[in-house]
């Protein structure tokens, strides 16, 4: 036993420290990844050898089961949970998978645009501007000039406070009246703030999503048709 048990001596109650120790014999590796079944099989045996004058004390063995049976729990809910880390993801990439080829809002200066269907924008101030222009464009140029009060009733001009609160769209026709094919757009908003000065205008724009990815962390990257990556917390929302 002497070769089995190394550095573990009669009246030694630091069990757990020695069943930690590694081994200098030929034992193979396994032989030190014990459990409480080892513990039991080595407690047995050290009281079969104990020294008759100086017996161990079992309050000792307790305290040293009781930490081995504390550790074992501590490992089985370690287990459980990286099996509830693992369910959440394979959760996420269920959920993921069913945004492809979803449309989301984003903030972005390019989109995607599909024949026939009209592309919404939104744009985001934090202060008032007067005469708003949104402009969308392809490589090749400019292909539409959009006046943010066009969309505006007549009610709603009268009152407007020069935020730009309101949704617009773009039908999908150029200045000349034709219609463009689908495909990738940029978009660029201006306006003039209090001070006479133009300033550009954050823009959230559409797009569909082509590809969905999940990170070792749980975090979702969106692969766009604009073939931009962005983060699911960036999304303001998703249609069909």
Do not use: C
Request: aromatic share 6%.
């Amino acid at each position: 036993m002497a070769d089995l048990l190394p550095d573990i001596n009669v009246g030694n109650s630091d069990y757990l420290t020695a069943l930690q120790q590694n081994s200098t014999s030929t034992v193979d590796s396994s032989a030190n990844d014990m459990d409480q079944d080892d513990f039991l099989l080595l407690l047995t045996t050290q009281l079969q050898n104990q020294d008759p004058s100086e017996p161990v004390d079992a309050t000792d063995f307790v305290t040293d089961l009781t930490q081995m049976s504390q550790l074992e729990a501590t490992n089985d809910m370690n287990d459980s949970i990286l099996t509830a880390v693992e369910s959440f993801q394979s959760l996420q990439a269920m959920q993921g998978a069913s945004l492809i080829g979803k449309n989301v809002q984003i903030e972005s200066d390019q989109f995607s645009h599909s024949t026939d269907k009209p592309s919404r924008f939104d744009l985001q101030t934090d202060e008032p501007f007067s005469d708003i222009t949104v402009v969308i464009s392809d490589e090749n140029g400019i292909v539409k000039e959009l006046n943010y009060t066009d969309f505006l009733s007549d009610q709603e001009k009268a009152s407007w406070d020069g935020l730009a609160n309101k949704s617009i769209e773009w039908d999908g026709y150029d200045d000349v009246g034709a219609s463009r094919e689908e495909g990738i757009y940029s978009i660029t908003a201006y306006g003039t703030d209090r001070n006479g000065e133009v300033k550009s205008i954050d823009t959230v724009v559409g797009s569909r999503v082509n590809v969905v990815g999940i990170g070792s962390d749980g975090s979702m990257t969106l692969t766009l048709a604009t073939g931009e990556k962005v983060g699911m917390d960036t999304v303001r929302e998703i249609s069909g």
